[in-house]
């Protein structure tokens, strides 16, 4: 391939694979703003709707006794027949009282399940949550943290393959972005500038910061 | 669409008028903030997939930490508040970084203090002047998860604000990022509407994308 025309797909690659990003991007960087000042408790999460309660429920009589993603494959069935659609954070276990407590994550809405397995009832409290939370709930997942547990949803699989397809494409982009403005003479100096400019902030932020 | 060989490889030249100006300095800024930000953006989406990734070996580095536990005097601490006190205890060990009070305070002064790839928990006996100090030390991957995820605040901790002149200087170059990126976002739309060769081409990738974005969201209720 010769040089221009690499430069003529690389030049198209990077303004459709730009757009095409552009939403992810958007999403990723306006959640920013919730993160890094907190905002995201504010107006969310709104009040509970009043909790219902549901008997005779179908329950594996062996969920109290298994463990980490085990059990949360156990409890999908369950979740399934109270209508509770979202992402299981994590289980609780409140053996005295043959209860297990799971928090269940949509971006917009939480609900949190009560199962008695020996009654085998169930009660459901759940809330809806803010734009600003549900999109910083979206940034933060599938994340760092209950890594046997994270996806145990189709919600929090595909998400995980979207922040990743936006990892991957944006630094393409980015790497594009460089090929082309090289290619560009008439730019070179003043964006070599503000190049060492934008690496002297960062090196000097990070070593003040973590040094 | 391929682009056409003569579809402007050279940067427009500014011609008369706000206008052009405008269109002129939409692409400059969009170059200018697209390197300017480069380290940063290559920072936030690597760590990023570190972070979305918990189990890549490579990039362990809790198990990997160095913890070291050491006692030190101090003298008596000024200051009416929890806050001056553990500002003046640290003053006085040399200390700097974010001060993370714990969930429940009861007994001795303790609290955390953090920066990235550093974790100190310190605990005071101010009777006795007596202060225990145990450092943990994070390696290169630690620095940088921490680098993603440190902003002195956590939205259901009211207790805990920013208080470190540093963790404030590292939050406002996360919001001039995503700000940053914002920008280029809008900037990018102007240059490509631009270029009416490229106008289908590029709705259809715009929509797909949107699309895409908002089944993420809007339809996660499906996938759930």
């Known amino acids: 391939m010769s040089n221009r025309r690499f430069y003529l797909v690389t030049r198209d690659l990077h303004l459709y694979i730009g757009l095409f990003l552009s939403p992810f991007v958007l999403l990723f960087a306006i959640s920013v703003f919730y993160l890094v000042h907190g905002l995201s408790k504010r107006p969310a999460p709104g009040p509970s709707d009043s909790a219902r309660t549901v008997a005779n429920l179908s329950v594996n009589a062996d969920i109290a006794k298994l463990q980490g993603r085990a059990r949360v494959d156990a409890l999908r069935p369950v979740l399934e027949q109270l209508d509770v659609r979202g992402e299981i954070d994590y289980v609780r276990h409140a053996a005295l009282e043959h209860r297990l407590i799971v928090p269940v994550r949509l971006p917009d809405r939480d609900a949190v399940v009560t199962i008695d397995y020996e009654q085998r009832t169930a009660t459901v409290t759940s809330r809806e949550h803010g734009m600003g939370d549900a999109l910083v709930y979206l940034h933060k997942m599938p994340g760092p943290h209950n890594a046997d547990l994270r996806g145990n949803s189709g919600l929090v699989r595909f998400w995980r393959l979207g922040a990743d397809a936006t990892v991957y494409l944006l630094l393409f982009i980015t790497v594009s972005g460089i090929y082309l403005w090289v290619v560009l003479r008439a730019e070179r100096r003043v964006g070599l500038l503000l190049l060492f400019a934008g690496a002297g902030t960062f090196w000097g932020l990070v070593y003040a910061v973590a040094a | 669409m391929p682009s056409r060989p003569d579809d402007g490889i050279a940067p427009e030249r500014p011609e008369r008028g706000p206008a052009a100006a405008f269109l002129f300095w939409n692409r400059r800024i969009h170059y200018f903030l697209g390197l300017y930000f480069l380290f940063f953006t290559w920072l936030f989406v690597f760590t990023g997939l570190l972070l979305n990734h918990p189990r890549w070996q490579f990039a362990q580095f809790w198990p990997n930490r160095v913890q070291t536990t050491t006692e030190h005097q101090f ?48 605990k005071a006996d101010v009777e006795r002047g007596r202060a225990t100090v145990q450092r943990t030390e994070l390696n290169t991957w630690g620095v940088l998860h921490l680098l993603h995820t440190f902003t002195g605040v956590r939205a259901d901790d009211a207790r805990n604000t920013r208080d470190w002149m540093l963790t404030t200087v590292w939050a406002l170059s996360m919001d001039a990022v995503a700000v940053g990126l914002i920008a280029m976002v809008f900037s990018s739309y102007i240059m490509w509407y631009r270029l009416k060769a490229k106008r289908v081409g590029g709705i259809v990738a715009l929509i797909l994308g949107f699309v895409s974005c908002a089944a993420l969201v809007a339809g996660l209720r499906w996938l759930a």
């Open chain 2, 75 to 122: 003298q008596g601490l000024t200051g009416g508040s929890e806050i001056e006190r553990a500002r003046d205890l640290m003053r006085q060990l040399a200390i700097a970084g974010e001060i993370q009070w714990p969930a429940q305070q009861s007994g001795p002064l303790a609290f955390q203090v953090s920066r990235p790839g550093l974790v100190l928990e310190v």
